[in-house]
C-alpha cells in the first residue's frame, strides 16, 4: 500500500458528459501528480500541484483541469469526454524535499460508452 | 524531444532464470532514473539512481545507471513466478520535484 488514494476505483460515463477524480497523496507529502494511462500511450504525465499551486503541465488536454486543496487532496476534471478518453488515471505524489520518488495509487478506470 | 526507450518490450523467462531489462533515455536536465513494478494496479517503486556507475541493490533486484551512455539496467536474478509484472522505466527531469516521462516499459512472464 503506497498510502495514496484514488476514488473511484472504476467509473462508466458517456460521451460528451463531465467526471471528478479525487486523490488523497501520502501523508506529509506536498506534491500531487496526474498521470494518463493507455494502452498506446502508456503512461503520460498530465500535471503537477504542489501545495496547492499547479507546478507544471504537460499533456493535459483544454478540456481536463485539476485543483490542489488546502488539505492537499487533489481532483482531477475530465469533461465533454471522448471515447479516446478512456484509460487509467493515476495520481502520485511525493515528499516536498529533492529527489524524492513518487508513489502512485491504484487508479481510476475510465471507461467512455 | 525527451524519451525514455526500453528492451524488450516483453519477455518470457523459467523460474531461476536471470533476466536483464534495458532503459535507454535521452531527457532534458535529467536528474534521475527511476524504476517501478506494475503488476495489476499501481506501478511500485524499486529504485531511484542519480550517480553513475553506483549499483543499487534489493534482494534479487539490483540496478545501475550510466549517465556517460544514458541507460540504466535492471537485473533480475533466481526469477519467480512473483517476478511477472510489467518493469517501468522513467526519465526525472529538471524542476525543484521534477516529472517523469515513462518508458512503454517490459512484459516479463516468469513460468513455474
Known amino acids: 500500500d503506497s498510502g495514496v488514494t484514488q476514488t473511484p476505483k472504476h467509473l462508466i460515463t458517456a460521451t460528451g458528459q463531465r467526471v471528478t477524480l479525487r486523490c488523497s497523496p501520502r501523508s506529509g507529502d506536498l506534491s500531487v501528480y496526474w498521470y494518463q494511462q493507455s494502452l498506446d500511450q502508456g503512461l503520460q504525465f498530465l500535471i503537477q500541484y504542489y501545495n496547492g499551486e499547479e507546478r507544471a503541465k504537460g499533456n493535459i488536454l483544454e478540456r481536463f483541469s485539476a485543483q490542489q486543496f488546502p488539505d492537499l487532496h487533489s481532483e482531477l476534471n475530465l469533461s465533454s469526454l471522448e471515447l479516446g478518453d478512456s484509460a487509467l488515471y493515476f495520481c502520485?505524489?511525493?515528499?516536498?524535499?529533492?529527489?524524492?520518488?513518487?508513489?502512485f495509487g491504484d487508479g481510476t478506470r475510465l471507461s467512455i460508452l | 524531444e525527451d524519451k525514455v526507450v526500453q528492451s524488450p518490450l516483453s519477455l518470457v523467462v523459467h523460474e531461476g532464470d536471470t533476466v536483464t531489462l534495458n532503459c535507454s533515455y535521452e531527457v532534458t536536465n535529467f536528474r534521475s532514473l527511476l524504476w517501478y513494478k506494475q503488476e495489476k494496479k499501481a506501478p511500485t517503486f524499486l529504485f531511484m539512481l542519480t550517480s553513475s556507475g553506483i549499483e543499487k541493490k534489493s534482494g534479487r533486484l539490483s540496478s545501475i545507471l550510466d549517465k556517460k551512455e544514458l541507460f540504466s539496467i535492471l537485473n533480475i536474478t533466481a526469477t519467480q513466478t512473483g517476478d511477472s509484472a510489467i518493469y517501468l522505466c522513467?526519465?526525472?527531469?529538471?524542476?525543484?520535484?521534477?516529472?517523469?516521462?515513462f518508458g512503454k516499459g517490459t512484459k516479463l512472464s516468469v513460468k513455474p
Open positions: 522513467a526519465g526525472n527531469y529538471g524542476g525543484s520535484q521534477g516529472n517523469l516521462i
Open positions: 502520485a505524489s511525493s515528499a516536498h524535499y529533492r529527489d524524492q520518488p513518487q508513489h
